[in-house]
């Protein structure tokens, strides 16, 4: 046997070995639930994300604002802490539940303290380097009427090769000017895991 392998070409050689180590790639749902490690995945920020999204925007302060003041409320997302034991990207679902607003056509979303900067500074180039009739004027940004924070928290109960870990996302709208919470609400997942 040996000596076969020896009298191989060798691009025959490297490709017996290439197709034993091939790795197999399927393209599959995004809407699928598939879990591997039972850590936060993609199945739970979805999740998240449907829950909160119609939540924030079927409930009572969207319309109570409108009816006051006779326009769309004006949304920024601030801050999202993340106190549980993984690391969780918090922005998947939150871009989600933005998406979801401004698709609904009744709130109006604007940019968080990190792009204002960035946008700012496009802004301050314009009033430089843009034609005066196409240089975007300051002072006309569009101020928000309500901020939304989160946490994300997760207990984690473990004994021999089984694990229930849960998680808990809460969100909450409030107002700028008066400090009122108008809107809070969350989310939380289960998982059963044995290794």
Known sequence: MQSHIKSLPLFMLIALL???CAKTVTRVDTNSDIDLSG????????????????S???????????????????????????K?????EAETFIKDIEREMIRSGTVRVVQNSVFREKLRQERADQQEFA??????RWGAELGADFMMFGTINS???SEGKRQV??????LELANLETNEIVWLDGKKIKKYIVN
Do not use: C
Request: charged content about 25%; proline content about 3%.
């Open 18 to 20: 290439s197709f034993g």
């Open 39 to 54: 850590r936060w995945n993609d199945a739970d920020s979805r999740r998240v994300a449907e829950a909160l999204s119609e």
């Open 56 to 82: 924030v925007i079927q409930s009572a302060w969207r319309e109570n604002f409108t009816n006051y003041n006779g326009r769309k409320p004006v949304v920024i997302v601030g801050l999202m802490t993340n």
């Open 84 to 88: 549980s034991h993984e690391h969780i």
């Open 131 to 136: 034609s005066p009739e196409t240089a975007k």
């Open 155 to 157: 207990i984690v109960d």
């Open 165 to 170: 870990t849960f998680y808990q996302v809460d």
